[in-house]
C-alpha cells in the first residue's frame, strides 16, 4: 500500500509523496474503496505479507494509519503468521504510536535511517537525527517488536566510508535484525539530480564502499540475501522476497505496482487521479497494463534471482541459450566464477559482492545472448 504523502522532501527522493496532508483523509477513503473493489478478486486467497510503504505512512498520523491496517484485516485474509510491515520515518513516531500499531497486528517495522551522522543527514533532507532514530528502534522493541528494519544509504554526497562503517557499527548495535544498504542513484528530476555542484565520492571509493559495508555486516551477523539486503536470524523480509521470486503482489494506492495472474500493471502517479477514480476494480480505466512478451518473461526469470544470494539454477539458464551459443555462455560463466564474481551453491549460480557490485553489467551480457 502506498501513502503518497512525506513531511519534506528529501534531496534524493524520486518517489511520489506530497507534502500537503490535506488530503490524507480523503486518500485513505479512496484506499479503503479499493481495497472493497479487490476483496471479491481475492477472496479464495490468503495473504502472508503485508507492506505498508510510501512515501512516510506514519506522516498521516495514528487515527488515518490504524484505520488502513484495520481495513486491510477486515477485509481480507491475512495468514496467522503473516509478515505486516510498515515503513516509519524515525521523526514521525512515538512509543504510544508504536504500541498503537503493534497492538492492530503490526509485526515488522522499517525505518528509514539512512545515516549515524547527523550532518549527513541533514545534508540529504532527512527531518530526524540519529538519536531520535535510535530512541525510535529501541521504543519498538519495547512495544514488542521483535523483526525491525533500517535502512542505510552509502556514496551520500561529501560520505566517506569511514562514516558508512560507522553508521553500520552504530546500527548493529541495536535491536535490529534487517538492514537495507542502498546506493544513492541520482534521479534527473530531484533536487541532487538538479545540482551542478553535488559532490559525490568516486567510483572506487563508492565500492569499497559497498564491499566493506557488506564484509561488517557479516561480521555483525548480518547475512546478506539479496545486492542490498542483508538478515539476521533468518528473517529476510518476504515483501522483498516475493519481488526477486516472481510471485504474486497487489499494489495499494496511488504509482503502487501489481503482479498478479502473469499481469504488471500500475496505477499513475497521480493523487487526483486516484481520489477521482470512478472505478477500483481491475481491470478498470485506473491502471494501466504493461503487457509481458515472452522475452520480457524470460528476462525477468533471470534477471530477478540474479539479484539474490541464492542466485538462478546454471542448468535452467543455460536451457534458455539457443545450443549454438551454449558453450559461449558457459565460458563467460565460467569467467565470472574465476574472476570471484561468482560462484556455485547447489546447482544455482549466484554472484558474490564483487559481482553484485556489476550485476547490471552481468545481467545485461547474459541478456544479450539470449536476444541475439
Ligand atoms: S521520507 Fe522517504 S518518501 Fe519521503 S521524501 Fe524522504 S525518501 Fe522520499
Excluded at 506530497?18 to 479499493?34: F, G, I, P, T
Excluded at 517495522?109 to 550532518?119: E, K, L
Aim: hydrophobic residues 40%; proline residues 3%.
Amino acid at each position: 500500500m502506498h501513502i503518497p504523502f512525506c513531511k519534506s522532501k528529501c534531496g534524493y527522493c524520486d518517489f511520489y509523496s506530497r507534502c500537503d496532508l490535506s488530503k490524507a483523509e480523503r486518500y485513505v477513503d479512496a484506499l479503503l474503496l479499493q481495497f472493497d473493489a479487490w476483496k471479491r478478486l481475492l477472496a479464495d486467497r490468503s495473504i502472508d505479507s503485508v507492506y505498508i510503504g510510501g512515501g512516510t505512512p506514519t506522516v498521516i498520523g495514528d487515527i488515518l494509519l490504524l484505520r488502513v491496517i484495520r481495513g486491510i484485516f477486515d477485509r481480507f485474509c491475512i495468514e496467522s503468521g503473516a509478515e505486516f510491515t510498515i515503513e516509519a520515518n524515525p521523526g514521525t513516531v512515538d512509543q504510544n504510536s508504536l504500541d498503537a500499531y503493534r497492538k492492530a497486528g503490526v509485526n515488522r517495522i522499517s525505518f528509514g535511517v539512512q545515516s549515524a551522522n547527523d550532518a549527513l543527514l541533514c545534508r540529504i533532507g532527512r527531518i530526524h537525527n540519529y538519536n531520535q532514530a535510535r530512541q525510535a528502534i529501541l521504543w519498538a522493541k519495547e512495544a514488542g517488536f521483535d523483526n525491525l528494519s533500517a535502512d542505510l544509504m552509502y556514496a551520500l554526497p561529501d560520505q566517506s566510508k569511514e562514516d558508512l562503517l560507522l553508521s553500520i557499527e552504530r546500527l548493529s548495535d541495536l535491536p535490529l535484525s534487517h538492514i537495507s544498504m542502498y546506493g544513492l542513484k541520482v534521479e534527473e528530476n530531484t533536487p541532487f539530480g538538479r545540482d551542478p555542484d553535488l559532490a559525490l565520492p568516486d567510483e572506487e571509493e563508492q565500492c569499497a564502499m559497498y564491499l566493506e559495508g557488506v564484509e561488517m555486516l557479516a561480521q555483525r551477523g548480518f547475512t546478506q540475501y539479496e545486492i542490498s539486503n542483508f538478515a539476521k536470524d533468518g528473517k529476510v523480509s518476504r515483501h522483498n522476497l516475493r519481488y526477486w521470486k516472481r510471485e504474486e503482489y497487489i499494489g495499494f494506492g496511488c504509482a503502487a505496482h501489481s503482479f498478479y495472474e502473469g499481469r504488471r500493471f500500475f496505477v499513475p502517479r497521480s493523487l487526483e487521479q486516484f481520489l477521482n477514480a470512478s472505478e477500483y476494480a481491475f481491470p478498470s480505466a485506473l491502471y494501466t497494463v504493461e503487457e509481458l512478451s515472452l522475452k520480457d518473461v524470460r528476462e525477468e526469470q533471470i534477471l530477478l534471482p540474479l539479484r539474490t544470494a541464492y542466485g538462478v539454477s546454471k542448468k535452467g539458464l543455460l536451457l534458455l541459450v539457443d545450443e549454438e551459443k551454449r558453450s559461449m555462455v558457459e565460458g563467460y560463466l565460467s569467467s565470472l566464477e574465476r574472476g570471484g564474481y561468482a560462484a556455485m551453491r547447489d546447482e544455482n549460480l549466484f554472484l558474490t559482492p564483487r559481482g553484485m557490485l556489476l550485476s547490471n553489467t552481468i545481467i545485461s551480457d547474459l541478456l544479450c545472448y539470449l536476444d541475439e
